[in-house]
């Protein structure tokens, strides 16, 4: 899988933008289903361990894209999402997201980019022989570069990108409300070492 210097760029900025996880697909060249050379975000809500794209939001892409000209192996089959950690490998979330939302697609990438650079790709192929397996990243440095375009980034990733509100008394993530001293480790001594 490559990427176009734009659309590397482009990604490493909504990446970094915010303090979430952001996603959206991949806008492949018409001769090379893996080469990425925009990405897109749709209308989501999102926190530090999930994206939920709008229904909606996503209806609306896949018309837009087709009234562009392009097919939907173009646009509708490399997911790209950031973690806002250091680890790139996919969460539970992520896994049953890719099975649910692309499962029934010929073939599909699930691609991960954590905030300290770090990536993770792997290609499914849902028809013929079906399998799996991870794929190698790489920019392609040989493709055009028009530049970057932040002003126009940001006006995207604030247009789509919506940060899930923290409600009084309910955990961020699953980790908030996990007493350490209780939940972790055990008053029995020997159970405790093992945990340790």
Known sequence: MRFSPTAWAKLLFLRDYGDTEVGGFGIA???DLLLVQDLQLVKQTCSLVHVAFD???????FDDQVDAGLRPEQFGRIWI???PGAC???S???EAT???VFGRSDWAVMFILARQGRSYARLRMNSGPT???EIPVRRDYS????????ECWEEEYLTNVHPEQRQPGRPLSAFDGFDWDADWFSDDPDLEGDLL
């Open 98 to 100: 890719f099975e649910r």
């Open 143 to 150: 493709e055009l570069f028009p530049g970057c375009d932040p």
């Open 131 to 133: 399998f799996e397996c």
């Open 92 to 94: 539970p979330t992520d």
């Open 29 to 31: 060249a018409s001769t």
């Open 88 to 90: 790139p490998e996919p």
């Open 81 to 83: 999402h950031t973690h």
């Open 55 to 61: 229904d909606e939001a996503v209806a609306n892409f």
